[in-house]
Structure formats: structure tokens, C-alpha cells
Nanobody, 125 residues
Framework: QVQLVESGGDLVQPGGSLRLSCAGS????????IGWFRQAPGKEREGVSC????????VYADSVKGRFTISRDNAKNTMYLQMNSLKPEDTAVYYC??????????????????WGQGTQVTVAS
């Protein structure tokens, strides 16, 4: 059974940094495409970034390019989202999800059947 647990959310000032973690169990991260999504109050959930299995292809939403970096530690079965230069509009609940074993990834939410419970990121001064 696939399980995902996010952590690392916090309150941070604009311009600050956070690193989110997503610990996986029940599957081998190395082969799986993993994505980060977020949902701000009153808005629909949107894709932030994803990383594919094996070749580690990455995709970023335009709104976070150059500021966020997705990575994974296969030995720990954990994925990370390093967020720098945070803005108030980055405030949201952040979720990790897995699309299963594949060597590509996308930010299409419907491709991700398994989700974590989310972690809150608040960017405010």
C-alpha cells in the first residue's frame, strides 16, 4: 500500500526558504514519478513540480521556476521540494503525490492516484 507523508511546512517571511519533505512507503521511489501540488485558500489545486522515475526528468510550473527545486533521496525513499525566495502567493497547503512507475512526469493532477495529507506553508511578514 502506497503511503506518503509530507513535513516541513511552516510560517516564513517573504524572501525566505523552506524545504518540504515527502516520505514514501509501500513502493520504490527510484522508479516512481512524484509530484508536488498546492492549494491556496479559495483556489483550485495546482501542480508545482514533478520528477520522473529513473531518468529524473523534472517539470516546474512557471510560477516557481528558478525558485523551487525538486529532488529525491532514493536511499531514504524521500522526495524534497526546496523553496527559495518565497512570496506571499506561495501560501498554500502543499501535497505530494505519486503517479506510479514511469520515466516521465506531468503536472496533470488526474495522473496521480496516491496523495499525502498535506503540509501548510504560510508566507507572511
Amino acid at each position: 500500500q502506497v503511503q506518503l507523508v509530507e513535513s516541513g511546512g511552516d510560517l516564513v517571511q517573504p524572501g525566505g526558504s523552506l524545504r518540504l519533505s515527502c516520505a514514501g512507503s509501500g513502493f520504490t521511489l527510484d522508479y516512481y514519478a512524484i509530484g508536488w501540488f498546492r492549494q491556496a485558500p479559495g483556489k483550485e489545486r495546482e501542480g508545482v513540480s514533478c520528477i520522473s522515475g529513473r531518468r529524473s526528468m523534472t517539470v516546474y510550473a512557471d510560477s516557481v521556476k528558478g525558485r523551487f527545486t525538486i529532488s529525491r533521496d532514493n536511499a531514504k525513499n524521500t522526495m524534497y521540494l526546496q523553496m527559495n525566495s518565497l512570496k506571499p502567493e506561495d501560501t498554500a497547503v502543499y501535497y505530494c503525490a505519486t503517479a506510479g512507475p514511469r520515466n516521465y512526469c506531468s503536472l496533470r493532477e488526474y495522473e496521480y492516484p496516491d496523495w499525502g495529507q498535506g503540509t501548510q506553508v504560510t508566507v507572511a511578514s
